[in-house]
């Protein structure tokens, strides 16, 4: 399995910003795509924003113009600018990679980091 861990969580007040980061490692993985979901208490993992490795971009029709996706091939990270915060946007946010190694697929989560989105 590919390993991720996830940094940049915190509180902040509504309107505000953060930023998220993912590494990844792992021995002789291909990453294909790298991405954000969340999931907030009593509620389904949904999708926040995902990149493939050339680039192409997707994003939950609740973040859209609010949040940013960005990845460095060359160094597995990915990277989520999340910009005017709202209450909503509490949630436990988990780092996803889908990569092969040896034409096998692996899907891999990280143990994700809380966003908390409080006056």
């Known amino acids: 399995q590919v390993q991720l861990v996830e940094s940049g969580g915190g509180s902040v007040q509504p309107g505000g910003s953060l930023r998220l980061s993912c590494a990844a490692s792992?021995?002789?993985?291909?990453?294909?795509?790298m991405g954000w979901y969340r999931q907030a208490p009593g509620k389904q993992r949904e999708l926040v924003a995902t990149?493939?490795?050339?680039?192409?971009?997707d994003y939950g029709d609740s973040v859209k113009g609010r949040f940013a996706i960005s990845r460095d091939n060359a160094k597995n990270t990915v990277s989520l600018q999340m910009n005017s915060l709202k209450s909503e946007d509490t949630a436990v946010y988990y780092c996803?990679?889908?990569?092969?190694?040896?034409?096998?697929?692996?899907?891999?989560w990280g143990r994700g980091t809380q966003v908390t989105v409080s006056s």
């Open positions: 996803k990679s889908q990569a092969y190694r040896a034409g096998i697929f692996y899907e891999s």
């Open positions: 792992g021995s002789g993985f291909s990453i294909n795509a």
């Open positions: 990149v493939t490795s050339g680039g192409t971009t």
